[in-house]
Nanobody
């Protein structure tokens, strides 16, 4: 059974940092692209960052230069380092390994 479990969310003030983690089990991480999505209150789910098998990383424009996605295939883990957080980053953050989703971890950024 495939499980994706996110952790690392919390409450921070603007300009602060958080590091999200996603642990995958029941899936061969080494052959999958891994992505982070987020859903802010009252909004749809949006792509945040992706790590492809060929090493390519992609980001939504609003987080470029502030967020960094990385992965440890040996540990079946993916991370999202979030720096210089803004109130607009407040959302539930989800790990996705197609077609699976984690349960999410909540990030709240206050001014």
């Amino acid at each position: 059974q495939v499980q994706l479990v996110e952790s690392g969310g919390g409450s921070v003030q603007t300009g602060g940092s958080l590091r999200l983690s996603c642990t995958a089990s029941g899936i061969d991480f080494t052959v999958k692209n891994v992505n982070w999505y987020r859903q802010a209150p009252g909004k749809g789910r949006e792509f945040v960052a992706g790590s492809a098998l060929d090493g390519t990383v992609t980001y939504v424009d609003s987080v470029k230069g502030r967020f960094t996605i990385s992965r440890d295939n040996a540990k079946n883990m993916v991370y999202l380092q979030m720096d210089n957080l803004k109130t607009d980053d407040t959302a539930m953050y989800y790990c996705r390994v197609n077609p699976y989703w984690g349960q999410g971890t909540e990030v709240t950024v206050s001014s």
